[in-house]
């Protein structure tokens, strides 16, 4: 075998052990387990930023309404502009469900470049309760949600409580592809690096706060210029010496249908957002890449042939070498390895057999995900919701 063999083939293996480890760390999390809410059930305010709306909205919306909670709970939504499509549709779910103490308000006059981050501070002022619940607006919780996501704060010691998402309706090929990377990659390795370290960051799909908490780091006002306001969010309560919780109910996450130019934006936004949140731990996630290595190290393992003259008992003869390298062997069974693990955390996470991503899917995301690896190293715009932002090495966004 050459130099190159010996590199990729220990590349190879070692993102084949990540794998498994990753793997492992997920079997042992108890997803899925709701707790019995019991005489617990504290006063929470659920603020929901809003912008836009497609088909799936008002389902979304209607089921945060329908929540079977015991204690008080009152909703704020915010929307920037009172001409938002998406106004018609809280006014309707609001007059339907009288009894609800819910809200509307139009947020005006945003400071900051992340709209969504501007709006949760004006409505952090509304907010009644020193429990505050954040969400986007295409999030779908089922009608036990509150009751499971409050428990962990039983414990005084944690301040957040946050919560794993899967996309619910991948229904073009693109977002069955983006659903390998959420529904079975990327809560297998947020509890991977739980292994290390205690959680550190937030996930943004629901995110419960302890109002003090969010005091001591300026409130949401603090991350209006912040692209990853729910990183940042955690990231900055952990580093007070306050600890995160994850909740092991799952949210679901609703969209219109995207194609592959929508799709590959946005993993390129959330590439661009975590390696600037955490550079070292991305620059080294391409060593997670099963897909990849392998195939380098068939690459270098290809089966050699030689042809030779040897001379036996006075004659000369024409002998034929063939040699199979241990790259060529050992990479379609690394492949297998890695399309067996993503289709069992696929199942674990996502209960509907019929919303998991064909197993051909992960090798394709494998490879492109390493284009991306490596887009994202080579710029600092993003576009997101249809402007166009620089983004600063220390997160923080400039619109150009």
């Known amino acids: 075998m050459n130099f190159l063999g010996y590199i990729f083939g220990a590349g190879a293996i070692l993102s084949a052990a990540l794998a498994l480890w990753q793997w492992a760390a997920a079997r042992k999390f108890p997803l899925h387990q709701k707790f019995a809410g019991g005489n617990f059930a504290p006063a929470v305010s659920i603020l929901k930023p809003l912008k836009g709306c497609d088909a799936t909205t008002r389902a979304s919306l209607q089921s945060w309404l329908q929540q079977t909670y015991a204690g008080p709970v009152e909703i704020l939504f915010g929307v920037a502009e009172a001409a938002d499509p998406v106004c018609a549709i809280v006014h309707q779910l609001l007059a339907e469900n009288p009894n609800c103490r819910a809200r509307f308000s139009v947020c005006e006059n945003l400071a900051g470049t992340n709209a969504k981050a501007a709006k949760l501070a004006q409505l952090e002022k509304l907010a009644a309760h020193d429990l505050i619940l954040i969400s986007d607006t295409d999030v779908r919780v089922p009608p036990d949600f509150l009751a499971s996501f409050v428990a962990p704060l039983r414990d005084e010691k944690i301040a957040l409580v946050n919560c794993f998402y899967r996309l619910a309706n991948p229904t ?32 943004g799909a629901a995110i419960l706060v302890r109002r003090p908490a969010l005091n001591e780091i300026g409130g949401f006002a603090s991350l209006a210029d912040c692209l990853a306001d729910d990183y940042q969010l955690g990231h900055r309560i ?9 909740c092991p109910v799952v949210v679901e996450c609703w969209d219109a249908p995207q194609n592959w130019a929508r799709v590959w934006n946005h993993q390129l936004r959330w590439a661009r957002t975590i390696r600037v949140c955490q550079p070292l731990p991305y620059f080294f996630s391409i060593l997670s890449n099963v897909t990849l290595w392998a195939l380098l190290w068939f690459m270098a393992g290809w089966p050699q042939f030689s042809l030779a003259l040897t001379q036996r008992g006075g004659e000369q003869h024409f002998q034929f070498a063939y040699l199979l390298p241990w790259g060529a062997l050992l990479a379609p069974a690394l492949w297998l390895l890695r399309i067996g693990l993503a289709q069992n955390l696929q199942r674990r996470f996502t209960p509907e057999r019929k919303l ?38 220390d997160g923080t966004l400039v619109e150009l």
């Open 238 to 246: 952990a580093k007070l010496g306050h600890r995160i919780a994850l």
């Open 172 to 203: 073009t090929t693109a977002m069955k592809w983006e659903a390998v990377a959420v529904n079975a990659d990327f809560w297998s390795q947020v509890l991977q690096s739980q292994t290390l370290k205690p959680l550190d960051f937030a996930l």
């Open 356 to 393: 998991i991503s064909p197993a051909w899917l992960v090798p394709v995301r494998d490879l492109l995900n390493a284009a991306i690896w490596l887009a994202a190293f080579l710029g600092n715009t993003i576009e997101w919701r249809g402007r166009k932002m620089k983004l600063r090495r």
